[in-house]
């Protein structure tokens, strides 16, 4: 671990009893596992954007 196995204060942005989904991306842009896989990856990478930080060398 890069913290040296002490405790890390995280962010649970969407709680540790969050459900998972079964979708795929199946090829057909309008379908709609696609379109949800879409907008899934929209939210994560705008959470991962504001929330995110790069870890320090060392």
Do not use: Q
Request: aromatic fraction near 12%; glycine fraction near 12%.
């Amino acid at each position: 671990m890069r913290d040296g196995g002490g405790e890390v204060a995280i962010f649970d942005s969407a709680g540790k009893d969050a459900e998972l989904f079964h979708y795929a991306a199946d090829g057909a842009p309008d379908s709609v596992s696609s379109r949800f896989l879409a907008r899934t990856r929209m939210w994560f990478d705008s959470v991962w954007s504001t929330l995110g930080t790069e870890a320090a060398d060392g």
